[in-house]
C-alpha cells in the first residue's frame, strides 16, 4: 500500500464500466474516498440511481498508516461479490478507494464461481479506467521568527523546493510549510539551527 511517504489511489470517479454475463448487468464504479461518511453518501447514491438494480455491492480501503477495508456481498451468495472487488483494489496496491458493482438480475442464476468473475471483472473494469495517482505523505511546520532572519528562512525555503501554505507578518513572521514526511526531520533541524527561530509541528 505504501512505499516510505508515498501512497496511491485514484484521481476522481470513474464508471460506469459494465459487464454482462447471461442477461445480467453489472455496473462497475470507483470512487476516491477518505472516511466512512463519504463511502455512505455514494453507496446511497448509487442505490437511488439504480433504483431497480438487485444488489449494491461494494468494497473499500481507506487509511495509509493503518488502513481500513471492508467487503460487502449485499445478499449475494457469502464472498462471491465484495471479496472478488476488494481484491482488485489490494491488486492495484491502493488507498483511500470504493469500488461498487451494481447488479441488474437478468432471470439466469450464475453460480458462485460465475458471479465471482463477474464481480471481479467488472472491479476489475473500472480500475482500469481510473487515473491511478501516487501520491506523497506530507507533515506542515510551523515557525515564528523576527524580520532580521527572513533572508536565512528565505534561503532554505529555496534550497529545499519547500512550499509555502500559509504566511503571517505582524510584529513576527509566521509561516507554515508542507513538507514531505520522509524529509521532515531534517528540513526540521535546518531551522532549529538558527537559535531564534521558534519551530512547532
Not at 491488486?91 to 464461481?113: A, H, I
Not at 501516487?134 to 532554505?156: A, C, D, P, Q, S
Amino acid at each position: 500500500m505504501t512505499a516510505g511517504d508515498t501512497y496511491k489511489t485514484i484521481e476522481k470517479s470513474a464508471g460506469p464500466e459494465i459487464f454482462k454475463d447471461r442477461k445480467s448487468k453489472f455496473l462497475g464504479y470507483a470512487f476516491p474516498v477518505k472516511s466512512r461518511e463519504e463511502i455512505k453518501k455514494y453507496v446511497e447514491q448509487l442505490k437511488k440511481e439504480h433504483h431497480q438494480a438487485r444488489h449494491w455491492c461494494y468494497a473499500y480501503i481507506i487509511g495509509i498508516e493503518k488502513p481500513e477495508e471492508r467487503a460487502n456481498d449485499d445478499g449475494e451468495p457469502s464472498n462471491s461479490a465484495g471479496m472478488p472487488i476488494l481484491n482488485q483494489i489490494k491488486s492495484k496496491e491502493l488507498t483511500n478507494v470504493l469500488v461498487v458493482v451494481v447488479r441488474y438480475f437478468g432471470g439466469v442464476k450464475l453460480g458462485v464461481s460465475g458471479l465471482i468473475n463477474a464481480y471481479k471483472t467488472a472491479a476489475q473494469m473500472v480500475l482500469g479506467e481510473a487515473e491511478i495517482v501516487e501520491k506523497i505523505l506530507t507533515k506542515e511546520l510551523h515557525m515564528e521568527f523576527g524580520y532580521e532572519e527572513m533572508n536565512k528562512v528565505m534561503r532554505i525555503i529555496k534550497e529545499n523546493n519547500l512550499h509555502i501554505i500559509h504566511q503571517e507578518m505582524t510584529d513576527k513572521v509566521k509561516i507554515s510549510l508542507e513538507i514531505r514526511r520522509d524529509d521532515f526531520e531534517k528540513i526540521k533541524s535546518y531551522f532549529e539551527k538558527i537559535y531564534t527561530i521558534k519551530v512547532n509541528n
